[in-house]
């Protein structure tokens, strides 16, 4: 075990001499700093205005003045998309997907995206993160000190003395694999320190530590590869060609090739394409704001066959929300449907492409990654999902408020006598009141990890 800890000391040893090995340490470290301090600050200040425009869309909903309920579910509301803790080391899908979301009866609006002078303060660092900086530049730091490891004594005639002393092949490798462990760990500082800061402002500690060890273990299979390669062949020049050549194939190429076959083999529809369909599909179902419509001429008779009433004045409801409720019901269910399918589509490309990370342990590490920090796809679909649930709760409280508050005489003429027809204040908060509680919690918990690795 001695001889093993002394062949460890005196490798990094070396290392310290290197300049070459030296000046690549410290320019990794400079990096992985440099980008951490920036993300933080980034998804911070991302943070802090997305709770603030939350709360300001809260504030605009509660004092606007009275008005008519369905002005109300055209009025809209506003839910923004919080990062959660660990984004500050691993974004993921934050800087490409959207932000806020406009809720609105009728509609499932896109995520909007942050302006595009968001990224601007980080320059040329803006898609740089520190997980990137961990799966692309970690790698090279690895290569650059662990190429001459083994070569490097072979090349040198140093090899067959040292093996006379006694010393076996076996501890020969031990100590070189110990010193690069060292290494390792050190380069994984900056992680533990970013992981800890997490913890403390609400990340879970098994999805903190998982995500240290995952990070861990990716920089280990680098360096048992450059090992292995450092102990096969007998120059250092090769061993640095072929180890470079590795991190371009699985780093670059593989996964840019992945991206290219999953698109083409698994393509989603067209935006135009399916607006159109979605369009007819929407007409079926009749329009909420038309009663004489012939998609509620049954709706129309059962209730007037079940209050005993001649005609819509004499309904103890309003026939007018009704429709309403029943339209934005039918619609709801149509616009889910293509929603779902289209969340279908995504999953099954991103789950395609995870599948292709056997090939490299870029693409599995990214995926991990993502998954653990909270960021991927399916945390994105239930931000997408907990979204809708709040629209269709919000519109539909509103519109069981114009069946039941207001009355079809009233509503019909609500443009001939507008003392007619306000609407309270206290019933536009009482509608709202469950909503903005269920805004707060998709801010706080919808892109929250459920479980370390998967988030569904």
């Known amino acids: 075990m001695k001889e093993i800890v002394y062949i460890a000391v005196g490798e990094l040893r070396y290392w310290l001499r290197s300049h070459l090995a030296l000046g690549g340490s410290l320019v990794f470290l400079m990096l992985i700093s440099i980008t951490s301090i920036l993300t933080t600050g980034h998804i911070n200040a991302e943070n802090n205005a997305r709770v603030q425009q939350q709360k300001n869309a809260e504030d605009t909903f509660l004092t606007q003045p009275d008005r008519h309920p369905h002005r109300m579910v055209h009025y809209g509301h ?47 660092l803006s898609w740089l993160s520190p997980a990137l900086v961990y799966q692309l530049f970690a790698p090279l730091i690895i290569i650059l000190l662990g190429h001459g490891a083994i070569a490097r004594e072979r090349e040198a005639a140093l090899l067959t003395p040292i093996l006379s002393l006694g010393v076996s092949g076996y501890s020969l490798v031990l100590g070189k694999a110990l010193a690069l462990l060292i290494f390792i760990i050190i380069i994984m500082i900056p992680l533990m320190v970013t992981c800890t800061i997490a913890v403390f402002k609400g990340a879970d500690p098994i999805a903190a530590g998982l995500l240290f060890c995952v990070y861990l273990l990716y920089l280990i299979v680098w360096g048992i590869m450059t090992l292995c390669v450092s102990s096969i062949l007998h120059k250092r020049s090769t061993v640095l060609a072929v180890l470079s050549s590795c991190w371009f194939i699985f780093n670059l190429a593989l996964p840019s090739l992945a991206v290219n076959f999953v698109t083409y083999t698994t393509p989603l529809s067209g935006k135009i394409e399916t607006d159109l369909t979605l369009l007819a599909d929407l007409h079926k179902v009749g329009d909420g704001h038309n009663i004489n419509d012939p998609a509620f001429g049954q709706l129309r008779e059962q209730l007037l066959k079940k ?35 289209r969340m279908a589509g995504e999953t099954q490309q991103s789950q395609q492409l995870a599948n292709y990370g056997w090939l490299t342990p870029t693409l599995a590490i990214t995926f991990i990654s993502r998954s653990i920090a909270g960021t991927d796809l399916a945390n994105y679909h239930r931000f997408q999902k907990e979204a809708e649930a709040l629209r269709f709760s919000f519109v539909q409280k509103l519109n069981h408020a114009h069946a039941e508050q207001l009355s079809y005489s009233d509503d019909i003429q609500r443009n001939k006598d507008e003392a007619s027809v306000v609407f309270t204040e206290s019933l536009v908060i009482c509608a709202d009141k469950h909503d903005r509680n269920s805004s707060s919690q998709i801010k706080n918990a919808c892109w929250q990890p459920k479980s370390p690795i998967t988030n569904t």
Do not use: C
């Open 307 to 341: 209050y005993n009433a001649q005609s819509l004045a004499d309904l103890p409801v309003n026939f007018r929300g009704i429709v309403a409720i029943e339209g934005e019901r039918k619609l709801t269910n149509v616009l889910n449907s293509y929603a779902a399918r």
């Open 78 to 124: 506003y839910v923004f998309r919080s990062p959660p803790p660990l984004a500050t080391f691993d974004p993921g899908l934050d800087a490409i997907t959207g932000q806020s979301i406009f809720l609105e009866g009728h509609r499932q609006n896109t995520a909007m995206f942050a302006e595009s002078g968001a990224s601007a303060d980080l320059g040329g």
